[in-house]
């Protein structure tokens, strides 16, 4: 699986490339799952620009993107977009247009809960471990880690040469991930050497303009369906290698 992130916490100052209204992130979708994508992450953005789990922002999104894809849609679900855990829960569960799946970074405050009423409306979860974070170690003694939809294993080392050491680093201290599937991926500087190391081990990978903006040459992308087409091109020769 190869799934795309299309925007992130970017903003309109990172290009116009990057889909921030929720008819741009449907055409991004669209483009990048007729390229490859077999998922599609998305942070919902009010007009402003800003990432929001309001139910007000989040549905025109989902509506959109679903109205023009028949893959799997999520969202993230991260501290940036609002920082107090309580809110964050109230956000969740007012929800009127529910996601396929939502992200939990399982080393913030108040993941657990998220990540408990997430599964209760009938959401995945994809429990996100950071590293250079706790979230391995607390997602190794939670007792939700049998029933996420996966783990999502984000290498946030950016320097090209010491990505793939910190991915395999972040791998072991996931040891079994409690049985679930991984899907591995890096950002900025270490988006592609990441992408491929999951290619060689068989895990499901992402990439898109939250992840990079950047061709594996240094060229800037022109979309990220033009990134996934390039790391469907990555991951499979990577698979390849023996």
Not at 110 to 121: H, Q
Request: net charge negative.
């Amino acid at each position: 699986m190869v799934q795309v992130c299309l925007n992130g916490n970017r903003s309109a100052a990172d290009g116009m490339a990057v889909p921030m209204s929720p008819q741009e992130m449907a055409r991004s979708a669209a483009d990048a799952v007729a390229a490859g994508a077999t998922s599609v992450r998305v942070h919902p953005k009010t007009p402003c620009g800003h990432d929001s789990l309001s139910p007000r922002v989040l549905a025109p999104a989902l509506e959109a993107i679903r109205a023009r894809v028949t893959v799997p849609v999520g969202v993230a679900t991260g501290a940036w977009a609002e920082p107090d855990p309580a809110a964050r829960l109230a956000r969740v569960s007012g929800w009127s247009e529910r996601p396929d799946f939502a992200s939990v970074d399982w080393h913030e405050r108040g993941a657990e809960e998220i990540a408990a009423r997430l599964l209760d409306l009938g959401v995945g979860v994809e429990a996100g471990i950071r590293s250079g974070t706790d979230g391995a170690a607390r997602f190794a003694v939670s007792p939700l880690g049998p029933r996420v939809l996966r783990v999502l294993a984000e290498v946030t080392d950016p320097d090209l040469a010491t990505a793939e050491a910190s991915a395999e680093a972040l791998l072991a201290a996931l040891g079994t991930a409690a049985g679930r599937p991984v899907l591995l991926h890096g950002a900025q500087g270490g988006t592609w050497p990441v992408l491929r190391l999951a290619g060689r081990l068989g895990f499901a990978t992402r990439v898109g303009l939250e992840d990079t903006l950047l061709l594996p040459d240094g060229r800037r992308a022109a979309s990220s369906a033009e990134l996934v087409a390039e790391g469907l091109v990555q991951y499979g020769a990577s698979s390849r290698t023996p």
